[in-house]
């Protein structure tokens, strides 16, 4: 194989049917399955057919036609079956989420600090404070956010995520 940047449209094909008929975690099927209720038949199993091809070989007309519409009349169940599996593994890996995340409990006049973004006026280049403040806290919002004012009482218009502060240790 050539490795060369020019030709990778020439690769694409390969690289297509090597997704669609790899089986997704997330689901538990194969993309072409779900799109086309078949198992897509790999380039080596016409060289060397499998039972399948063979099978499907000895079929006339009318029986090749007859199981393949009772291959579509069930794709509407793989797909419910490929849904609830979907579901299942977005349940896991929220599972597996929430284990690691640690949420933060602010409490009303708690000193926190502010994370300066890069996009944010106040960022003056990567050799400067990363965390701005101290600032005090004067309202908890739920789902974390926060409304905070500068120590002279000036309320921030804006409430901030709590995942952008923390807390001030003196």
Known sequence: MIDNYKDWHEQLPY????????????????PYLLGYSTEAVIPAEVEIPSHRI??????DDADWIRKRYEQLALI?????????????????MVRAF???????????????????FPNHEEYKGKFTPTWQGPYMVRKVLSG???????????????A?????????CV
């Not at 901030?160 to 001030?168: L, P, V």
Request: charge should be positive; hydrophobic fraction near 40%; include cysteine.
């Open 54 to 59: 063979i099978q499907e070989a000895k079929l």
């Open 98 to 116: 929430n284990k690691r995340v640690r949420t933060w409990v602010f409490q009303i006049r708690q000193l926190v600090l502010k994370f300066i």
């Open 15 to 30: 690289a297509l049917l090597g997704y669609r008929t790899t089986a997704k975690t997330s689901t538990g099927a194969t």
């Open 76 to 92: 509407d169940e793989k797909r419910m079956i490929a849904v609830c599996h979907g579901q299942l593994y977005q349940q896991r």
């Open 144 to 158: 974390g956010a926060v409304v905070h004012a500068e120590m002279d009482g000036q309320e921030w218009p804006k």
């Open 160 to 168: 901030i995520n709590s995942d952008a502060i923390k807390r001030y």
